[in-house]
């Protein structure tokens, strides 16, 4: 099964949210997003609003499970480490991400049903970093996958726990992986479960 890979404007809203959102609250949530300011500055590559910085992704993920540990095991849901190569300190906003992985990781909990698992692997290639979350959710059904990424964009598949569900983090975890100048990507079974994983570039 491919990833279905992600580009355009992020701020587009999924068709669901479109007919029920007026110009007005359009206009605050291009604001909004647009406040996060991940701009690429012209020319050399570096990025303003984000906080760059030699980062161990490795250990930082290490730590951003132990820490959703606690919320998984509400669930009896256990977070694995499946693999990590060696990495070079990698240049990227360690908070943001942290940010990114909170809210794969959460939604991988959030959607998926106790006593399953959720697995994390890293993987190295000579111009990229792939971080892929698993689990053995719900899934999502292909035609809801469009909405995917967008502001607002929730699907069909609920929590499964009553767990509050905005449908913004997916939005904001877009902007923040576009901002390093990565790739995000989904696919999903219905009934198996789903992976989104994304990608970081490796400086040469
Ligand atoms: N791992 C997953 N398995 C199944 N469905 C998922 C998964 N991750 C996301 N979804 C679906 O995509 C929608 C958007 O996810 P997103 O993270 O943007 O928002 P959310 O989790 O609903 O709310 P929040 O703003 O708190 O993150 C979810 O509402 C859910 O329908
Ligand atoms: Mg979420």
């Known amino acids: 099964m491919d990833y279905r890979c992600y580009s355009g404007n992020v701020n587009e809203l999924p068709c669901s949210a479109a007919g029920s959102c007026s110009a007005d609250l359009r206009a605050k949530l291009d604001k909004s997003t647009t406040s ?31 820490l959703n ?3 998984a095991a509400k669930k009896n849901i256990s977070l694995e480490l499946v693999s990590c190569p060696d990495l070079p300190p990698l240049p990227i906003d360690a908070g943001k991400i942290n940010q990114v992985l909170n809210n794969l990781v959460g939604n991988a909990v959030k959607y998926s049903f106790p006593d399953t698992l959720v697995q994390v692997s890293v993987e190295r290639s000579a111009s990229d970093v792939t971080v892929s979350v698993s689990d053995q959710g719900k899934g999502i059904p292909e035609k809801e996958l469009h909405k995917l990424f967008k502001p607002f964009g929730r699907t069909n598949v609920t929590a499964t726990a009553g767990e509050r569900s905005t449908g913004l983090g997916l939005a904001i975890v877009r902007k923040i992986v576009e901002g390093h100048g990565g790739q995000i990507g989904v696919r999903s079974q219905l009934g198996t479960g789903s992976t989104f994983r994304f990608s970081l570039p490796v400086p040469s």
Not at 37 to 55: D, Q, Y
């Open 36 to 66: 996060l300011v991940l701009k690429t500055a012209e020319g050399n590559g570096r990025f303003t609003g984000l906080n760059i910085e030699a980062v161990d992704l490795g250990d930082l993920i290490r730590r951003n499970l132990s």
């Open 69 to 71: 540990e606690i919320f």
